[in-house]
């Protein structure tokens, strides 16, 4: 089913830098729990990410990821997901994190 237009722009993408990154132990699949600014209008938000297979932790920290900022709050076990962190998926489930190719402002829309 095709979206249209305007379903697709009530979806806020945002770029944001990590600042955290936290072993995730009790998740289902291996996963590292992020904290991530996305600058003074949206402010720090949480996320689960599924990214164990290609990144270390020291790897992500003040990395600029894509992340969609408007999905409702999402309870991991003991863990409150705040965001959903974009990547590509490849064949045997690693991501490939979204990122944008220079240094830009936290919280800037992706249109």
Do not use: H
């Amino acid at each position: 089913m095709d979206l249209t237009w305007n379903e697709f722009e009530r979806t806020d993408m945002r770029v944001g830098t990590i600042i955290e990154v936290n072993d995730f132990p009790e998740a289902r699949k291996p996963a590292f729990q992020l904290t991530i600014d996305f600058g003074a209008e949206i402010g720090i938000r949480k996320s689960s990410a599924q990214i164990t297979k290609r990144y270390q932790k020291d790897d992500l920290v003040n990395r600029q990821i894509v992340a969609v900022v408007n999905f409702p709050k999402k309870q991991i076990g003991k863990f409150m997901s705040e965001c959903l962190v974009l990547g590509a998926v490849g064949e045997e489930g690693d991501v490939i994190l979204l990122a944008p190719d220079f240094k830009i402002p936290n919280g800037l829309r992706i249109g």
